[in-house]
């Protein structure tokens, strides 16, 4: 990707917004109808420290509903804010102002929240070479916003889909009769994707090392197993030149210690399974102590 915080496609975006606005608004927004439809302004409040992602959601949500609407950020992507922090102004429509609020603040809200737990992992290793995956516990229809929200905290995606890479997992194993078996169909059917291997024992990680891949998962190895298993790696003939990934029961409190070991990945589900919104408002009028 050209840049960290690249969102995903305009027209991915616009589809996200259609689908959401579409669901709430229905036939029409019948209390935003009361208001008298007039020249408003309001503001986007956070009312909790964040790391601030959804701009282009956000902005696509208000521009659907009018085109004129003027949005001026104070805040750049992925900025972190205290608790509140005004973090744009609007001008435009009332009646397109607040049918648009719920809908904006949820994708606001939702991708912030991502962001926010996301730049909390990466802070936690910092120092060592432990980088922070994403993996497909993602929201329904929401799996690119989610992921990028994950860049913008820091973190990095793993596989965007079924598509695009190949793991090789238990199951995947048992069907082939031997990992090794499964290695070697991977490679003669899909030789151009990247291939990343769970293993489940030393024995399997030297099966996986010796066939060769793109990286090896040691799946909830314990601390003196996963320790090992980075000496192996890191020692002749390897050299390295595989990158373990560690997945599985992972969380913060006990995150350092695993990145200490010196594994190269760590995979976290909980970064877009496990959100918590944050606290977004928007409120019409100009912000306090600015009328």
Not at 9 to 32: K, N
Request: include cysteine; charge should be negative; charged fraction near 20%.
């Amino acid at each position: 990707m050209s840049a960290p915080y690249a969102p995903p496609p305009a027209e991915q975006v616009e589809s996200d917004v259609a689908q959401a606005l579409a669901e709430d608004l229905g036939s029409g927004d019948v209390t935003a109808a009361l208001l008298p439809d007039v020249a408003d302004s309001a503001y986007l409040l956070c009312k909790e420290a964040a790391v601030v992602c959804g701009r282009p959601w956000f902005d696509a949500c208000h521009r659907a509903l009018d085109p004129d609407v003027r949005i001026d950020w104070r805040v750049a992507e992925g900025d972190h804010v205290a608790a509140g922090t005004v973090l744009a102004t609007l001008q435009g429509r009332a009646r397109a102002l607040v049918s648009a609020e719920r809908a904006s603040l949820n994708f606001m809200q939702t991708l912030s929240g991502t962001a926010t737990v996301t730049a909390a992992y990466v802070e936690a290793v910092r120092g060592t070479r432990a980088k922070i995956l994403d993996t497909r516990k993602t929201l329904p229809g929401l799996r690119l916003a989610q992921k990028y929200a994950v860049r913008v905290g820091g973190g990095v995606n793993h596989r965007i889909g079924l598509y695009d890479t190949v793991m090789l997992k238990e199951n995947h194993v048992r069907a082939a009769g031997s990992l090794t078996a499964a290695i070697q169909a991977a490679r003669a059917m899909h030789p151009a994707l990247p291939l990343i291997v769970e293993v489940e024992s030393i024995a399997q990680l030297h099966e996986a090392l010796a066939q060769g891949c793109d990286r090896i998962l040691i799946d909830d190895f314990d601390a003196a197993t996963r320790r090992e298993a980075v000496r192996i790696a890191a020692g002749a003939p390897y050299l390295g030149k595989i990158p373990l990934e560690v997945s599985g029961g992972v969380d913060l409190a006990g995150l350092r210690a695993i990145a200490e070991d010196g594994v190269d990945c760590i995979s976290i589900g909980g970064l877009t399974k496990h959100v918590r919104a944050i606290d977004l408002s928007l409120k019409l009028g100009p912000p306090p102590g600015e009328a």
